[in-house]
């Protein structure tokens, strides 16, 4: 029975059914029994296996076909009605053209199989700031993510009402044909069409491609921001709370720094650092001028390998309970899970994430996939903020921009103003660092982190940012940083020690947010004195020296750098906005 008499969602489900086939309709109620009776069928055809319920009470496996394993930027398009819109950092298709080859890929797809309607929010329900998505699937393992990953269910429904703001999202499992698998967004018509796979990334239609690729566009049309940002708190011991919000591309920490750990030294005075969200941040004007941000998302889609008690205990707590593991390590021994640098003893007697017989003290392939997922709630994580479900969202106080440069950026500079902070965005980069993935030393340019994830033109997202600064405040506006946690020395070895220390640099950014600690005019922007950075309790590991090496501007290498900006800039042609092109040749004036 339908959960809604909302027109426009009854009109697009009856198109689909038509489009696809099912045998049955199942609405998803968003109830525990509901749920709970799914589980079971997934348990009984082996689309899922439940894990030890004394050891990972409520946990359970999934295997996905070992050619769908991961996000498929090559076969991502933005449909607009002319390429330029797309931009060209996009993979882009005429819509009617997308909307033919996919409906001959779906059609009749569900025969057989039963079409689950999934209602759901992104962002707490009832939000001014949140919005409404519909997700059709032919996978239990699917709806069952998107309980963890979104607030789903009639309540949803309830709120939307009769409108038409609502995001439709079709997903079919088809055959994993690799050679057949796209995943569609049409932004002027707030649908996206995934097909042909059942990785999470490109199945969970709330996560990247609404709560980012349509949502950056609606954002645009309807002046708020979706960014690749983690959202973070951080509590001094006069129980003041500074917002943050944060951009990194991947494998640079950014899960780490969502849910970091004060040092000894800073929890024994008491600061506290408090995760509102580790992916994804919606941003908007607040009626007091401020900008206010919510996490769209319910829950953590993380990757597994190299999650343990030293590097993340906390994403580590938040997997003990009610989470999915994907194509991780089944240990038969025990019936639970294990992934590599989970800790030192895996194990004898286990599955490999290919579902092979594994015995991991003999095994020279590793057993949990590079990409394995864990999808846990994020109400499990031990330091969950209090304004997690706060429907107005938390005021930010500072933006954070961050790459991983052995030698060129320093280890933290705060932009000069709002538009030098956007040019600071809009230059992000990661030196490539496996040679697994080509040369070693690469510069790869990632603007905003958002480069896989903006739905249209980046050159028109560039000058979105400029646009929101000048509709600010000055004195209500954050102030924008960029940080290296990454600065290597001659020797190749990385000087700053990471990880929790990395609190306090963010110290530093709060006391700058409130300007009560001085820096020195570079070219790029306002460095830290050297002094003013508390390195209390790890002199052994970076005296002040190191530090001073780490925050010290190469003019050589930032001249070498304006020319690769120079070159990605122009990739954008006339739709690089003038702001950015001025900061530019301010940069060059600085160096010269």
């Given at each position: 029975?339908?959960?809604?008499?909302?027109?426009?969602?009854?009109?697009?489900?009856?198109?689909?059914?038509?489009?696809?086939n099912p045998?049955?309709?199942?609405?998803?109620?968003?109830?525990?029994?509901?749920?709970?009776?799914?589980?079971?069928?997934?348990?009984s055809?082996?689309e899922?296996?439940?894990?030890?319920?004394?050891?990972?009470?409520?946990?359970?496996?999934h295997?996905?076909?070992?050619?769908?394993v991961?996000r498929?930027?090559?076969?991502?398009?933005i449909c607009t009605?002319t390429q330029?819109?797309a931009?060209?950092?996009?993979n882009?298709?005429?819509?009617a053209?997308?909307?033919d080859?996919?409906?001959?890929?779906?059609?009749?797809?569900?025969?057989?199989?039963?079409?689950?309607?999934?209602?759901?929010?992104?962002?707490?329900i009832g939000?001014?700031?949140a919005k409404?998505g519909?997700?059709?699937?032919?996978?239990?393992?699917?709806?069952?993510?998107?309980?963890?990953?979104?607030?789903i269910?009639?309540?949803?429904?309830?709120v939307?009402g009769?409108?038409?703001?609502?995001?439709?999202?079709?997903?079919?499992?088809?055959?994993?044909?690799?050679e057949?698998?796209?995943?569609?967004?049409f932004?002027?018509?707030?649908t996206i069409?995934?097909?042909?796979s059942g990785?999470?990334?490109?199945?969970?239609?709330?996560?990247?491609?609404?709560?980012l690729?349509?949502?950056?566009?609606q954002?645009?049309k309807?002046?708020w921001q979706?960014?690749?940002?983690?959202?973070?708190?951080?509590?001094n011991?006069?129980?003041e709370?500074?917002y943050?919000c944060?951009?990194?591309?991947?494998?640079?920490?950014?899960?780490?720094l969502a849910m970091?750990?004060?040092?000894q030294?800073?929890l024994?005075k008491?600061?506290?650092?408090?995760?509102?969200g580790?992916d994804?941040?919606w941003?908007r004007?607040?009626?007091?001028g401020?900008?206010?941000?919510?996490?769209?998302?319910?829950?953590?889609?993380?990757?597994a390998?190299?999650?343990?008690?030293?590097?993340?205990?906390?994403?580590?707590a938040?997997t003990k309970?009610?989470?999915?593991?994907?194509?991780v390590v089944?240990?038969?021994?025990?019936?639970?899970?294990?992934?590599?640098?989970l800790d030192k003893?895996?194990?004898?007697?286990?599955?490999?994430?290919?579902?092979?017989?594994?015995?991991?003290k003999?095994a020279e392939?590793p057993?949990?996939?590079p990409?394995?997922r864990?999808?846990?709630?994020?109400?499990?994580?031990?330091?969950i903020?209090?304004?997690?479900?706060n429907?107005k969202?938390?005021?930010?106080s500072?933006i954070?921009?961050?790459?991983r440069r052995?030698k060129l950026?320093?280890?933290?500079?705060q932009s000069?103003?709002?538009n030098?902070?956007?040019f600071v965005?809009s230059?992000?980069?990661?030196?490539?660092t496996?040679?697994?993935t080509?040369?070693?030393?690469?510069?790869?340019?990632?603007?905003?982190?958002?480069?896989p994830f903006?739905?249209?033109?980046?050159g028109e997202y560039?000058?979105?940012?400029?646009?929101?600064?000048?509709s600010l405040?000055?004195?209500?506006?954050?102030?924008?940083?960029?940080v290296?946690?990454?600065?290597k020395d001659?020797?190749?070895?990385?000087?700053?020690?990471?990880?929790?220390?990395?609190?306090?640099v963010?110290?530093?950014?709060?006391e700058r947010?409130?300007?009560r600690?001085?820096?020195r005019?570079?070219?790029?922007?306002?460095?830290?004195?050297a002094?003013?950075?508390?390195?209390d309790g790890?002199e052994d590991?970076?005296?002040l020296d190191?530090l001073?090496a780490?925050?010290e501007?190469d003019?050589d290498?930032?001249t070498?750098?304006c020319?690769?900006i120079?070159?990605?800039?122009?990739k954008l042609?006339?739709?690089l906005?003038a702001?950015?092109?001025?900061?530019?040749d301010?940069?060059?004036?600085?160096l010269?």
């Amino acid at each position: 029975m339908a959960l809604t008499e909302n027109k426009t969602v009854l009109s697009w489900i009856d198109e689909n059914i038509k489009l696809v086939n099912p045998d049955k309709i199942v609405w998803i109620d968003g109830s525990e029994e509901q749920l709970e009776t799914l589980r079971a069928e997934a348990c009984s055809t082996g689309e899922i296996i439940q894990l030890n319920e004394e050891l990972l009470p409520g946990c359970y496996l999934h295997r996905t076909a070992v050619n769908d394993v991961a996000r498929v930027e090559h076969r991502t398009f933005i449909c607009t009605p002319t390429q330029e819109e797309a931009g060209p950092t996009n993979n882009w298709m005429d819509p009617a053209k997308c909307y033919d080859m996919l409906h001959e890929i779906a059609k009749g797809s569900y025969s057989g199989r039963t079409m689950y309607v999934i209602p759901y929010s992104m962002g707490p329900i009832g939000s001014p700031l949140a919005k409404a998505g519909v997700e059709l699937t032919d996978s239990i393992y699917v709806v069952l993510n998107m309980a963890i990953m979104t607030r789903i269910g009639k309540a949803v429904f309830d709120v939307l009402g009769d409108s038409n703001d609502w995001v439709r999202g079709l997903h079919c499992k088809c055959d994993i044909d690799e050679e057949k698998r796209y995943i569609c967004h049409f932004p002027q018509d707030n649908t996206i069409i995934s097909v042909n796979s059942g990785y999470g990334g490109n199945v969970l239609l709330g996560k990247k491609c609404f709560a980012l690729r349509i949502a950056s566009y609606q954002g645009w049309k309807e002046n708020w921001q979706a960014e690749h940002m983690l959202i973070l708190g951080i509590e001094n011991p006069n129980g003041e709370v500074k917002y943050i919000c944060a951009a990194f591309p991947s494998a640079c920490g950014k899960t780490i720094l969502a849910m970091l750990i004060p040092p000894q030294g800073y929890l024994s005075k008491g600061y506290k650092v408090w995760c509102v969200g580790d992916d994804i941040a919606w941003i908007r004007k607040g009626e007091d001028g401020r900008l206010y941000a919510i996490n769209p998302e319910n829950g953590f889609f993380g990757v597994a390998p190299g999650t343990n008690d030293k590097s993340n205990p906390n994403a580590l707590a938040s997997t003990k309970k009610g989470t999915i593991f994907t194509n991780v390590v089944h240990n038969l021994d025990d019936n639970t899970v294990w992934w590599e640098s989970l800790d030192k003893n895996p194990p004898e007697n286990a599955v490999d994430w290919k579902g092979n017989p594994w015995n991991g003290k003999t095994a020279e392939a590793p057993g949990a996939h590079p990409n394995s997922r864990f999808t846990a709630p994020a109400v499990n994580c031990p330091c969950i903020s209090s304004e997690f479900e706060n429907t107005k969202g938390v005021p930010i106080s500072a933006i954070v921009f961050g790459g991983r440069r052995a030698k060129l950026a320093p280890l933290v500079y705060q932009s000069k103003d709002w538009n030098n902070g956007v040019f600071v965005g809009s230059i992000m980069a990661s030196e490539t660092t496996a040679a697994a993935t080509g040369a070693v030393g690469v510069v790869r340019r990632d603007p905003m982190a958002m480069l896989p994830f903006c739905g249209y033109n980046m050159g028109e997202y560039f000058q979105h940012w400029v646009d929101i600064g000048a509709s600010l405040d000055a004195d209500k506006a954050p102030k924008i940083f960029n940080v290296n946690w990454f600065r290597k020395d001659d020797e190749g070895h990385f000087v700053w020690p990471g990880f929790g220390e990395n609190l306090r640099v963010l110290d530093w950014i709060a006391e700058r947010c409130e300007d009560r600690v001085g820096a020195r005019e570079t070219a790029i922007g306002y460095v830290p004195y050297a002094e003013d950075i508390n390195l209390d309790g790890i002199e052994d590991e970076i005296n002040l020296d190191g530090l001073k090496a780490i925050l010290e501007v190469d003019k050589d290498l930032w001249t070498a750098e304006c020319e690769g900006i120079a070159e990605f800039y122009e990739k954008l042609g006339d739709k690089l906005p003038a702001a950015l092109k001025e900061q530019l040749d301010n940069l060059n004036a600085a160096l010269n």
